[in-house]
């Protein structure tokens, strides 16, 4: 039996349709990532599957559990960490986790013995004895994850864990996901970083505006959205029209090419790399356009996410035209591998 | 609902119990989660005992010369009383500001998702709010007593008033906690849980006879609720009969306890949307 499953789940916000028929499971101890952009549904589909919000349509189940049927009985089997640690700032971290190892029910023994050992796991023995008010956001997080898996829940729910951390942060959460992941738990996590989800997940479903887009193994995602690509980075943003107008006679038929001004790049699913730089970098010398690299490289996900929707996982809203980038979101460019 | 008994004992399975004593568990769980804060952050408990001393203090020595109320042999006799028990109606907008900074920390998210009795989490807040108010009150009595209020209808009388007194807040808690429970942000919760409190502990008999208030607003301060708590803790401390007063008063908190917590349990588990 899987761990949880989800059909056609389906919510509305008044004129909003956040969640279109929805359909996923996870099997025991695996992770999956629910990626999509903000709005795209994935803490509505999250907070059904936590017993937080009554969906309209379809139904889910925890280890068998309806969660819509039987809440409270749900809720003794997750876990939950939402985008906000939700800590009690005005205790500190050994009590806020007693305090959830108590209303699990555990007796007062176990719930110290649990919030000792859950400290020591989350490298916040040292701290455990301060107030939560003075810890750092990174602290917050451990702190919040421990409560949620203090009960040793069946399923945790990571609700964009890394959302609004700083780099290091985020390592350092990447780090702890990792050992959950080693230890057997079952995970669902949702991100809009493509990296994270490739990173921490072992099936992903991508969401976008309320619907299932596409669902595998990010080499499966990254098989379907075609082959290699050519990745063309000019000195000029001027002449990249004329750049994607030269690349498309290279281009796999029926396959856009991607405009990045902000990174002043082209880039186009090949259908072959066989002796593909020299053509490219001949007949763009031909053309008497100054080239600083052209390089061919495996798809990453944003280049799946891009082709599936149109528009990037990281922007905030699609944008008119999904070649335009916001310069600031660094992380919105493709990591060259 | 099920059972502890039939769910399969796979890893991590943790009862959900049901029951009077599991509620009673889950609800001091949490009451002791704000005492520990209140605890911690005695500041808090400071300013809560600062305001009603000041009160006492100020109407005292200020009003106390030029007002006299017919029928009392002080004004302190008269107004001690009254600050009590707007001095404890006051404390329960804790209940709506802790609980809206709860809601908006994520921390109701948090126990919605936990196998725990659901209005444990109101309870408790309000329990521990009753506490708070508990300490405030004995602190202001001390301050009454130095500036020379008696408990004129002896110990008894004195702690039924007292109970009523405390009741009568804690059900207003309960109004403040639908409030918390509605408002966005804790600014909101600030304003709505405050505001109407004012017109509803001045327009009243508070620190005043009502006789000496214009005509048009008489009928409003006689039948406000908060005046017939005044005057039925106002009269057993002082030794007179309370008469209808203190059922009415009796009757007013439970039917605020009722509607409200009704109210706010619906409220706290509809789950959103």
Request: proline share 6%; hydrophobic share 45%; with cysteine.
């Amino acid at each position: 039996m899987p761990a949880v499953v989800a059909e056609g789940l389906e919510k509305r916000f008044g004129e909003t349709r956040a969640l279109c028929g929805v359909d996923f499971k996870i099997e025991r101890a695996t992770v999956l990532g629910v990626l999509g952009p903000n709005g795209a549904g994935k803490t509505t589909a999250v907070r059904i599957l936590t017993t937080l919000l009554r969906p309209d349509g379809g139904r889910a189940w925890i280890d068998g559990i309806d969660v819509v049927a039987e809440p409270r009985r749900a809720r003794a089997r997750i876990g939950v960490t939402g985008q906000y640690a939700a800590v009690d700032e005005r205790l500190t971290g050994f009590e806020n986790l007693q305090l959830v190892g108590r209303l699990f029910h555990m007796t007062p023994a176990e719930a110290r013995r649990r919030a000792g050992e859950m400290l020591d796991r989350f490298s916040l023995d040292e701290a455990g004895g301060r107030v939560v008010k003075g810890y750092s956001g990174g602290m917050r997080r451990r702190l919040d994850i421990a409560m949620s898996l203090i009960a040793e829940p069946s399923v945790l729910f990571l609700d964009e864990p890394t959302t609004g951390l700083d780099p290091r942060s985020r390592l350092e959460m990447w780090d702890v996901i990792d050992g959950l992941v080693a230890d057997g738990t079952t995970l669902l996590l949702t991100t809009q970083y493509l990296d994270e989800a490739e990173r921490l997940a072992d099936e992903i479903v991508v969401i976008d505006h309320g619907s299932v887009i596409a669902q595998g193994t990010a080499a499966q995602l990254k098989a379907r959205s075609g082959g290699d690509r050519v990745e063309v980075t000019l000195g000029d943003v001027a002449a990249l029209g004329r750049v994607a107008g030269l690349l498309a006679g290279f281009a796999q038929p029926g396959v856009a090419e991607t405009i990045d001004e902000a990174a002043r790049s082209v880039t186009v699913p090949v259908a072959t790399t066989e002796r593909i730089v020299p053509s490219v970098v001949r007949s763009l010398d031909d053309a008497g356009i100054e080239v600083l690299d052209v390089v061919v490289r495996r798809p990453t996900l944003d280049d799946v996410f891009l082709q599936l929707t149109g528009h990037r996982a990281e922007d905030p809203e699609p944008t008119e035209d999904p070649s335009v980038v916001d310069p600031s979101d660094t992380a919105a460019k493709p990591v060259p591998r | 609902m099920s059972t502890a008994a039939d769910s399969s004992p796979t890893s991590g399975e943790r009862v959900v119990p049901n029951g009077p004593v599991w509620l009673f568990r889950d609800t001091a769980t949490e009451a002791t989660r704000h005492l520990i804060a209140t605890w911690r952050n005695p500041d808090l408990l400071v300013f809560a005992a600062i305001q009603p001393i000041m009160f006492v203090v100020l109407f005292v020595y200020v009003f106390g010369g030029s007002i006299a109320v017919p029928g009392f042999a002080s004004y302190e006799q008269f107004v001690v009383p009254g600050i009590f028990a707007q001095t404890v109606v006051f404390g329960s907008a804790f209940t709506s500001i802790g609980i809206a900074e709860d809601m908006s920390k994520g921390f109701i998210d948090r126990l919605r998702t936990m196998p725990m009795y659901p209005s444990a989490v109101l309870i408790g807040r309000t329990v521990s709010d009753l506490m708070r108010n508990l300490f405030t009150f004995v602190i202001m009595l001390a301050v009454g007593l130095l500036v020379g209020f008696r408990l004129e209808g002896g110990l008894g009388a004195g702690l039924v008033a007292t109970l009523l007194l405390l009741g009568f807040a804690y059900a207003f808690s309960w109004i403040q906690a639908y409030i918390g429970l509605s408002v966005r942000s804790v600014e909101a919760a600030n304003s709505a849980g405050f505001i109407w409190m004012f017109p509803l502990t001045f327009v009243s008999s508070a620190f005043v006879p009502t006789e000496s208030m214009p005509g048009w607003l008489q009928p409003i301060a006689v039948n406000n609720p908060f005046t017939i708590v005044t005057n039925a803790t106002r009269a057993l401390y002082n030794g007179s009969p309370p008469g209808n007063d203190l059922w009415v008063a009796i009757a007013w908190a439970i039917g605020i306890i009722v509607v409200f917590a009704t109210m706010s349990f619906r409220k706290y588990s509809a789950t959103s949307g």
